[in-house]
């Protein structure tokens, strides 16, 4: 019996093989596309086709030159992709690579627009972070823990006014406001629109270094915006920010997929999108 249970694991030990490693390269590919990566992957794609076409057709002179370039060409790519490689890392020691896709509960989705709109009518800003599979217990640890029920007069108190958790973000999942007056790290994007100010850059460096939902309301136009992998979408209507943010948070879905005026570069939304200051 023993021996039969070896014989078949031994059997099916390629088929493992083959399996696993085409999960990594999956999930591995995934990643670099959240962290805009991919561009990494297909200069290395080109340079690879290069070569083989210089090997098949023996271009001795264009291989010798590949050849010399390879070593200087990968501290190259390690310099210039500096923050992607570096937000691919971070996602994998985050566990985001074996985590299961689980969405975040969120049964009072309508009342965060509501609060949304009600904060934008006013003029006045606001930064709501929808944790997904990547922990963010560090930022909740940077601002005051709330525990409390979704509320839109709660959420528009905390953002009225000029209080502590005023310029801070708010952190919700599993249907409870879980803290308020958060830090969130700054994008490094360098083309984004001067006039953006710290709520909209915030929002971007979030979805950078996580695979959270952003919602930002800008203090300035009172446009309601949704960041996600390293992309905003600047000014959508109500009926667009639900939606949006709905399938996201229950499906997991690429923001935009099913509707193809949200396809689009996220430095042109940034650089083409009306002055913000907030």
Same mark, same amino acid.
């Given at each position: 019996?023993?021996?039969?249970?070896?014989?078949?694991?031994?059997?099916?030990? *390629?088929?493992?093989?083959?399996?696993?490693?085409?999960?990594?390269?999956?999930?591995?590919?995934?990643?670099?596309?959240?962290?805009?990566?991919?561009?990494?992957?297909?200069?290395?794609?080109?340079?690879?086709?290069?070569?083989?076409?210089?090997?098949?057709?023996?271009? @001795?002179?264009?291989?010798?030159?590949?050849?010399?370039?390879? *070593?200087?060409?990968?501290?190259?790519? @390690?310099?210039?992709?500096?923050?992607?490689?570096?937000?691919?890392?971070?996602?994998?020691?985050?566990?985001?690579?074996?985590?299961?896709?689980?969405?975040?509960?969120?049964?009072?989705?309508?009342?965060?627009?509501?609060?949304?709109?009600?904060?934008?009518?006013?003029?006045?800003?606001?930064?709501?972070?929808?944790?997904?599979?990547?922990?963010?217990?560090?930022?909740?640890?940077?601002?005051?823990?709330?525990?409390?029920?979704?509320?839109? !007069?709660?959420?528009?108190?905390?953002?009225?006014?000029?209080?502590?958790?005023?310029?801070?973000?708010?952190?919700?999942?599993?249907?409870?406001?879980?803290?308020?007056?958060?830090?969130?790290?700054?994008?490094?994007?360098?083309?984004?629109?001067?006039?953006?100010?710290?709520?909209?850059?915030?929002?971007?460096?979030?979805?950078?270094? !996580?695979?959270?939902?952003?919602?930002?309301? !800008?203090?300035?136009?009172?446009?309601?915006?949704?960041?996600?992998?390293?992309?905003?979408?600047?000014?959508?209507?109500?009926?667009?920010?639900?939606?949006?943010?709905?399938?996201?948070?229950?499906?997991?879905?690429?923001?935009?997929?099913?509707?193809?005026?949200?396809?689009?570069?996220?430095?042109?939304?940034?650089?083409?999108? *009306?002055? @913000?200051?907030?």
């Amino acid at each position: 019996m023993v021996q039969r249970l070896i014989m078949v694991l031994v059997t099916l030990r *390629p088929f493992f093989d083959v399996a696993i490693l085409a999960f990594l390269l999956y999930k591995g590919y995934t990643l670099l596309l959240k962290t805009q990566g991919v561009q990494l992957l297909k200069g290395a794609g080109l340079l690879a086709v290069v070569y083989g076409i210089a090997t098949v057709c023996k271009f @001795a002179t264009l291989q010798w030159i590949l050849n010399a370039l390879a *070593p200087g060409l990968l501290i190259a790519a @390690a310099i210039v992709f500096q923050p992607e490689l570096r937000q691919l890392f971070l996602r994998l020691g985050q566990g985001e690579l074996f985590r299961p896709g689980v969405a975040p509960r969120l049964g009072r989705l309508d009342a965060v627009i509501t609060a949304a709109e009600i904060l934008s009518q006013q003029r006045r800003g606001m930064l709501i972070v929808f944790p997904r599979k990547v922990s963010l217990k560090h930022i909740a640890e940077t601002g005051t823990r709330l525990n409390a029920d979704i509320s839109s !007069s709660l959420i528009v108190t905390v953002f009225q006014f000029d209080g502590p958790l005023h310029d801070g973000a708010m952190l919700i999942q599993n249907n409870k406001i879980t803290a308020a007056g958060c830090f969130l790290p700054l994008s490094e994007q360098q083309d984004i629109k001067k006039t953006f100010g710290t709520r909209h850059r915030a929002s971007l460096g979030m979805s950078e270094q !996580s695979d959270a939902v952003v919602l930002v309301v !800008s203090e300035e136009t009172g446009a309601i915006s949704l960041a996600y992998e390293s992309r905003l979408y600047y000014d959508l209507s109500p009926l667009q920010v639900t939606k949006k943010l709905r399938a996201f948070l229950e499906k997991g879905s690429r923001l935009g997929a099913e509707d193809p005026q949200f396809e689009q570069d996220p430095t042109v939304t940034l650089k083409e999108a *009306p002055d @913000a200051a907030a």
